[in-house]
């Protein structure tokens, strides 16, 4: 996977109002899937799609206790996505070059 795809992966997360809706919930800490359904009201085949984005993004890290699944921001995760804005954002060496 090249760098840009990986970055695309991070966006794609980032670009859905359900995925801002649930890392918003998840900013306060652990949720269960059962309190993400209510607050989005959802079904849970939709907030699997949702989580399986998150998770492979890597904003989101995903772990099962007893029947339902939990969810928290990946501390982790969230740095490279500040990160990544940086670098992005950044001016280019060529352009630092003409200066």
Not at 52 to 73: D, F, P, S
Not at 78 to 84: I, M
């Amino acid at each position: 996977m090249t760098t840009y795809q990986k970055n695309a992966k991070i966006f794609k997360a980032f670009c859905d109002p359900n995925r801002l809706l649930i890392i918003d919930q998840l900013r306060d800490g652990e949720q269960c899937a059962a309190a993400l359904l209510e607050v989005l009201q959802i079904g849970q085949p939709t907030l699997s799609h949702h989580m399986k984005i998150l998770v492979e993004a890597g904003v989101v890290r995903a772990w099962k206790e007893g029947k339902w699944m939990h969810y928290a921001l990946d501390g982790e995760g969230v740095t490279q996505v500040h990160l990544l804005l940086d670098e992005i954002t950044a001016p280019s060496r060529a352009a630092s070059r003409q200066d």
